[in-house]
């Protein structure tokens, strides 16, 4: 007879030999039904949200902010891809077409409001002055001295400083502001040296942002996680080393020009009349010609030519029209002394002049082409005023940031003082409970170890904020060396409101706006322009170069020669020809006709046509492609306020749970149903979840001041006018 435990197995292996045949039975079904349409994945069910009691010192969380459970996270398929059952908002529709710039953008860019303190003398442009145009202008010396404002805000050697009091200070004082304010200075000498025929020297282009600070890099902006994980008694410490890394700012060029200008195209007409003028003296010692003075057969002899002095001038006028033509007319009274018989021994008998008209008919003929670096330096002297306010936008966002860092670390000092005032007093109370033999010396050490990691996160949390006080600093005094700049410490007055309920953004609607107010889209649109008119000159210096030419001279003795027209762009004028050379005869000589230069493959003109059409292409990508990254920030700043705001709630919220576990376990031990670890262990957290929450809170301030920047309007919400920002003093 069998042993049922022998019987056993033997029905298994059936089984089992059973199913493998009915899988292998129904494998192509299966794959076929893994093929078509993929199950929903499973997801646990949203666990029930705790109906905790307030625990004291709890904040109430905004309204309409309270963070909602959890969505179900998918899980991976068969095929190893995930289905997307969250609910997220789909993205913005962007407006297709980009607007004109707003009013108050073309008013920022026609504005002739100059800098007060460092403009220069004005320059002296009378055609004819005779001492004015010869004297250099005088620029005034760097101002050192930060502005007066400063004064009235420093009590005991303490700045107390509010957000409109930090902006005003650094749009005064800020050396990156000075040099954009100077650049305003420079297209305006750029202007001028274009009306003279020369070609231009350019402006800067370039933004400095202040320095991010040492919120970037270390705590409260950047926090561990609070979980369980972590040993409450051991934390990290902070690299302070990193904010030297920090304490600079970052370097943006708004040119879009190109790594090379483009080129200097067909030579430019002398538009400042120009005279040259020459004197000289000349003697002529006896000379004798041995000229056969007999007739056949009779011996030659000398002839002996008196000695000859004179005083020889002659001045040349030369003059340029935005048409391309040119005119030299010069005069002089030297006679031709070369020759004994045909000089005229009284200089001043008949004097030479020469007048010479030349109009360009194919390369440099037209006021567009002539006037081209007048109309760029224009252009260019409105870019530089969006560049100078782009500059304030972005110091006024770096000084926001740097403000409201300094607020949050200076909260996160008080975070940490109340977390060592914590902890000395559970030490006090651990230790007296030793002492009376309730309580074992190991808890004691516990408690020594909780109050020396308390201890170091408050003496990082103060280096940091002195830290960034020198970083803020710096970005608000003209030089950290003035006796009168001495500061012992900066006191923010501000503090960080987060309303209950977020802004309702239409990001759409917010694009619109960023697109029509943003300077640097608006100084890119001016550099395509300036492109534009400089592609059109290079075209034209493909052509040959043909000149309709008149001259009339009197005491004439040869023909025009072939002069280049006009001049590089350098106002160095072509020299005559030699002013005391008089003619032979006394004649009066009419000429006319043609210059034709004409180079036969002419492959450096069409190589710079070329490639300044190339140049300008890419300056229109570069316009297009900027105008993405402000549809880009615009939606992304929307996504990160909207983030923020949910985020402040979720950590007000976990700080009020952690209190709530803290005072729990607290009143557990006082009845002996909980251990000292656990208390040190959830004050601690307590302490994490106080520092994210000022992390939290900072972080929807900064996202708010990128929104605004994105927009391109913190001139208007910080009240700012540009010209007085211009000026160097606010109102």
Known sequence: MSSPHRIAPTRALKFHTISISVALLFAPALVAAQQGQQPPPFTAPQPPMPNATQAPGQETLPTQQRPNIAPDAPLPQPDQTTVDLRDLKPLSTQPSSVPQPSGDTQRIANTTTLPKTE????????????????????????????????????????????????????????????????????????????????NLRG??????QPPPGIGSITSPLLNTATNGTASPTNISITDLSQVTQSGTGTQQNLSFSGIAPYSAGPSLPLYDPT????????????????????????????????????????????????????????????????????????????????????????RGRGREVNLRFIRIARLDQKASRLVFEQQLLETIYGISRLYYDLVSLGENIGVKEQALASADQLFRDDRDQVTEGTLAPIE?????????????????????????EVILRQQLLR???????????????????IPDTPPD??????????????????????????????????????????????????????????ETLGSPGTGEVMQPPALTQGGIRLSTVYQGGVQLNMPLRNRIAQADSARDAIQLRQTQSRTVQLENEIRQQIE????????????????????????????????????????????????????Q???????????????????????????????????????????
Not at 203 to 208: H, N
Not at 490 to 497: G, S
Not at 646 to 660: D, K
């Open 119 to 198: 403009s220069p003398s004005a320059l002296d442009t009378r055609p004819y002055g005779l001492i004015g145009p010869y004297r250099s202008p005088r620029v005034p010396e760097l101002p050192l001295a930060s502005s007066p404002r400063l004064g009235n805000l420093v009590r005991d050697g303490k700045l107390y400083l509010s957000l409109n009091d930090a902006i005003a200070l650094a749009i005064e004082n800020n050396l990156d502001v000075e040099v954009s304010r100077y650049n305003l200075l420079l297209s305006n000498t750029d202007v001028t040296r274009a009306q003279g025929g020369g």
């Open 203 to 208: 402006v800067d282009f370039t933004v400095l």
């Open 275 to 362: 005279i040259i003028a020459q004197a000289g003296y000349l003697r002529r010692s006896d000379q004798t010609s041995l000229i056969d003075t007999g007739g056949t057969g009779s011996t030659s002899s000398g002839t002996t030519t008196a000695p000859l002095a004179f005083v020889s001038a002659g001045i040349d006028y030369q003059q340029g029209f935005s048409t391309g033509a040119q005119l030299e007319a010069y005069a002089n009274n030297a006679s031709q002394v070369t020759y004994a018989n045909s000089s005229q021994y009284n200089p001043g008998h008949a004097p030479s002049t020469s007048v010479t008209f030349t109009q360009p008919l194919l």
């Open 444 to 468: 004691l050490t516990r408690a020594q170890a909780l109050l020396s990691s308390s201890r170091l996160d408050l003496i990082q949390a103060r280096g940091e904020y002195r830290q960034q």
């Open 479 to 497: 030089k950290l060396g003035d006796p009168s700049a001495n500061l012992i410490s900066i006191i923010p007055t501000d503090r960080i409101i």
């Open 505 to 562: 953004l239409d990001i759409p609607a917010l694009t619109q706006d960023a697109l029509t107010n943003r300077p640097d889209l608006a100084q890119a649109a001016l550099q395509v322009q300036a492109g534009e008119i400089s592609v059109k000159a290079s075209r034209n210096n493909v052509k040959p170069m043909l000149n309709l030419y008149a001259n009339v001279q009197t005491r004439g003795s040869a023909i025009v020669p072939y």
């Open 636 to 687: 992304n700043a929307s996504i990160a306020l909207d983030t923020a705001h949910q985020a402040y709630a979720a950590a007000v919220e976990s700080r009020n749970y952690q209190q709530q576990l803290l005072q729990a376990e607290m009143d557990k031990f006082a009845v002996g149903a909980s251990t000292n670890f656990l208390i040190i262990q959830d004050q601690a957290f307590l302490a």
């Open 689 to 731: 979840a106080r520092s994210t929450e000022v992390a939290a809170r900072s972080d929807w301030m900064k996202a708010r001041i990128a929104l605004d920047r994105a927009l391109g309007n913190l001139l208007e919400k910080n009240n700012i006018s540009l010209g007085d920002a211009i000026s160097g003093q606010l109102r």
